[in-house]
């Protein structure tokens, strides 16, 4: 399969070539969002946040939302685009390894799988069983038929999703959520809950 491939995240960010960033919260999270307002709260962690939309999303619908990306110039503006009084951090870190201090209630992803080499999801996968907390829950839209397949972003199979993260969470639902333009009809939304060991 040979290395996996990595791509200078930083360098793009302070070169302000972030096509990938549509200046606001992906729209299939601002539909859960408002459909679920009795959602149980707690704290919800954003990996590979960008500048931190989707974190501030979580944190404007009552939750504690820490957003982590490679980038430290991501997380920079971030945390520069976020009101004061804000429920929401960010740090800069690498989800695929570092430890948690301890494990969150919630996982939202959007852009992160799609956009890491594909030789390292098995890696994400375990990461994800390490930040949540068993009986918590992760909620991801997946970029399954990127326009350009070469990638980044990578598209993904839905079995392989299910063979990635079925052992250490359930499939609650599925579906195809709104989407940006270019995106409409491409992207599945999974909403799991991390298994609780007998």
Not at 55 to 73: C, H, K, M, N, Y
Request: glycine share 10%; aromatic share 12%.
């Amino acid at each position: 399969m040979g290395t996996p491939r990595s791509t200078d995240w930083e360098a793009q960010y302070r070169a302000n070539d972030t096509p990938w960033d549509h200046g606001e919260p992906t729209p299939g999270l601002v539909d859960f969002l408002a459909a679920h307002p009795d959602l149980e709260r707690g704290q919800v962690v954003v990996p590979g946040c960008g500048f931190g939309h989707d974190a501030r999303a979580w944190a404007l619908a009552g939750f504690e939302a820490v957003g982590i990306d490679l980038a430290p110039s991501a997380t920079a503006a971030a945390t520069a685009l976020t009101p004061g009084g804000s429920k929401v951090e960010f740090r800069t870190g690498d989800f695929l390894r570092d430890i948690p201090v301890r494990p969150f209630r919630w996982m939202f992803e959007h852009t992160l799988f799609c956009a890491i080499d594909p030789a390292m999801r098995r890696d994400y996968a375990t990461a994800a069983g390490r930040w949540v907390a068993p009986g918590g829950w992760l909620l991801a839209v997946h970029y399954l038929d990127p326009a350009a397949p070469e990638g980044p972003p990578h598209r993904c199979e839905r079995a392989e999703l299910l063979g990635l993260f079925g052992q250490d969470f359930e499939l609650l639902e599925e579906w195809v959520p709104r989407s940006w333009e270019k995106r409409a009809g491409r992207e599945g939304m999974f909403w799991w809950r991390r298994r609780v060991s007998a």
